[in-house]
């Protein structure tokens, strides 16, 4: 080697020797020096930082540990530091209830990975608290305690592994959202074998209901590992409604996979928005069970409501809902079915059940006792909320007074406030109830556009336990439609404009018919005409123009084979008030003692059908028939029931030559 080889090999093994002495000097340092006397340094870097004052009041101390030393490679000789401070507080802004201190640590204790540090990354493999007590506080004007200044992006970046908690208390104070609830954290005596190593409790109040509630977590939270399933199991109670979990969560840092066992139950389904956010309909207590599973996207977290079983009122309900986080709005959509649904179960939906089912569901009794019409408004200022795509079968109607609603089929379409059933199918008697109902909740009072039809519903079918129905043929048929505003069923109806119209033919009618259809004025109305006969129906039209909730008869025809018999007047939506003149008139010479004519009026709650003593029935003679047969001629073309037979009316439509055209829809 020559002397200069041998110069530059002297200078670069001291250049070496001094970097180890160096590196040397620096282990010694940060093992013997004492990290109290930065303390303030640090209280002061933090309070400026967080713009509130911090402080570590007790020791400060840095450990140091090879987490590498049974593995091979340079690794094993690069230490991590351990930092441990006691008594850390934080306090809260000067406009806080909590107290002084928004988050009070007996000992803070978390390992630092020194490499990142070269490329800006602070890597915390793991943070323990003991002891933590936390206040979370928002004022009545928005501010919150959680939120603190920002100088901008920051060129470093945090990545936290694993949180560990032991005993601790949690307080959340939110009067916007009207929540107080304390959470207390305790170490349990074990990990037991599902890996739980704390339990919790929480008590307090949400939205003026009682909260409270207890769980069991795991003991170590792993942020980022998707290797390890962080255990979860819950109950808890807010006001009426009862949410269990029971399963696991992966990376909570971004959901990776949440996979729980969610039981629900709540007097009514609109019970959930303050929790969820989600507008649903109002229902009778329900109760379900199913899989939830939990994903967060960029745009917010996606939900699966997966295979769930239960209970709405008496009524089954099973399926699969999606919650996918959507721009303008998330979206709601998903497949139910019902084996066996109970028609009353749907009253809540539209404000028909009793003011005893709204007081079980939370709601005051909105429903006046003389009135019939649903009075209870439509929360239309949730709809804007989220929008819905939902498919619902009710395979089997149960009603108890045994009308034959065989099934139901609604597709259920929610859109910027816009919400529409099209269709909601019934399968009545044989036949088929269809309708689309299209209601727009952008615009107060909310607007409503109703068409519905009737087809081929069996007369023999609608009341199967009558004998006196069995043999009968008929059918009904109807056609509606309606426009209307308002915010409930009461007041929709009460400024309606468009048209009714029926047609029965073939029938046979009878005290006892009507009274299992739940027809009391028609039931008087028969019972005085024809006393407790039961009565051969050739054919009955109705057509009625509604125009602001006044339906106005322009048809009302009942043939027989006794007589002719038909209703003229009015029926006010609005006020539920009825004034309807029954006028009977005999056929040929039939030896039948027919009494004067009939006057219907009253309310719907409470009708009052007389005798018209004014007028004998007998006088009408003639200007009844010539007025009743064009009106009958230009009901039948408008209920297109599908079939060229011929009803048991073509001997009075014969005499009518003039057709007539469909009216257009108001």
Request: aromatic residues 6%; hydrophobic residues 40%; contains cysteine.
């Amino acid at each position: 080697m020559t002397t200069t080889g041998f110069r530059v090999l002297k200078i670069f093994y001291w250049c070496i020797g001094s970097l180890f002495i160096i590196l040397g000097l620096c282990v010694i340092f940060l093992l013997v020096f004492d990290w109290n006397l930065a303390r303030p340094w640090l209280n002061q870097r933090v309070s400026a930082a967080a713009g509130r004052p911090f402080a570590i009041r007790g020791n400060l101390s840095l450990d140091w540990f090879n987490p590498h030393a049974e593995e091979n490679g340079w690794h094993k000789w690069i230490p991590w530091p351990q930092l441990t401070a006691r008594d850390v507080v934080l306090d809260n802004p000067t406009w806080a209830k909590t107290g002084q201190h928004m988050v009070e640590v007996n000992q803070v204790t978390f390992t630092l990975r020194p490499l990142p540090l070269l490329e800006k990354n602070i890597t915390i493999p793991s943070l323990q608290l003991d002891r933590p007590v936390v206040m979370l506080e928002r004022s009545t004007d928005g501010k919150n305690n959680w939120t603190f200044p920002s100088s901008g992006p920051s060129q470093w970046n945090l990545n936290l592994q694993k949180l560990i908690l032991t005993q601790g208390t949690i307080r959340l104070l939110d009067p916007i959202k009207k929540i107080d609830i304390d959470a207390n954290i305790a170490t349990l005596a074990q990990i037991t074998k599902e890996g739980y190593g704390i339990g919790w409790s929480i008590k307090g109040s949400f939205n003026k209901a009682p909260v409270s509630g207890s769980g069991k977590a795991g003991a170590v939270l792993s942020l980022t590992d998707v290797n390890t399933p962080y255990p979860l199991e819950a109950g808890v109670k807010v006001g009426k409604t009862a949410i269990d979990v029971k399963g696991s969560l992966t990376k909570p840092s971004n959901l990776a996979a949440l996979d729980l066992r969610l039981k629900l139950s709540a007097t009514s389904m609109a019970d959930l928005y303050p929790l969820t956010g989600i507008a649903l309909p109002a229902t009778p207590p329900f109760s379900t069970e199913g899989r939830l599973i939990g994903k967060l996207q960029s745009s917010g977290a996606d939900w699966r409501y997966e295979n769930f079983s239960g209970t709405v009122g008496a009524s089954d309900l099973s399926g699969t809902i999606d919650y996918l986080a959507k721009d303008p709005r998330p979206l709601l959509k998903g497949t139910l079915v019902s084996n066996q649904l109970r028609l009353v179960d749907l009253g809540p939906l539209i404000g028909a059940d009793s003011n005893a089912s709204k007081a079980r569901r939370g709601v005051a009794p909105t429903q006046p006792a003389n009135k019939a019409l649903p009075t209870e408004g439509f929360d239309t200022s949730r709809w804007g909320s989220i929008d819905a795509d939902i498919k619902f079968t009710g395979k089997k109607i149960i009603r108890s007074e045994e009308l034959p609603i065989q099934n139901l089929n609604a597709n259920i379409h929610l859109n910027d406030r816009h919400l529409s059933l099209t269709p909601l199918n019934f399968g009545i008697a044989g036949g088929n109830l269809t309708s689309t109902i299209k209601l727009d909740g952008s615009v107060k009072p909310m607007k409503a556009n109703v068409m519905l039809s009737a087809r081929h519903l069996k007369i023999n079918r609608l009341f199967p336990t009558l004998e006196s129905a069995r043999a009968s043929l008929g059918e009904v048929n109807g056609d509606a439609a309606l426009l209307g505003a308002g915010n409930s069923v009461a007041t929709l109806l009460g400024t309606a404009n468009g048209e009714v119209k029926m047609l029965v033919n073939q029938g046979t009618l009878s005290k006892f018919i009507l009274e299992a259809a739940g027809l009391n004025v028609g039931n008087v109305v028969l019972t005085k005409l024809f006393g407790d006969k039961q009565v051969k129906l050739n054919c009955l039209a109705s057509d009625f123009v509604v125009a602001n909730g006044l339906m106005q008869t322009r048809t009302f025809l009942l043939d027989t084979d006794d007589a002719i018999i038909t209703v003229s007047g009015r029926i006010n939506l609005a006020t539920e008030v009825m004034a309807l003149n029954v006028k009977p008139k005999s056929k040929g010479l039939r030896i039948i003692s027919f009494r004067s004519p009939l006057y219907v009026a009253g309310t719907f709650k409470n009708p009052d059908v007389g005798v018209d003593k004014g007028v004998l029935a007998l006088k009408a003679g003639s200007a009844i028939a010539l007025g009743v047969l064009f009106p009958v001629a230009a009901i039948l073309p408008l209920v297109n029931i599908g079939s060229t037979q011929q009803t048991d009316c073509a001997d009075l439509l014969a005499e009518v030559k003039l057709k007539a055209v469909v009216p257009p829809s108001r």
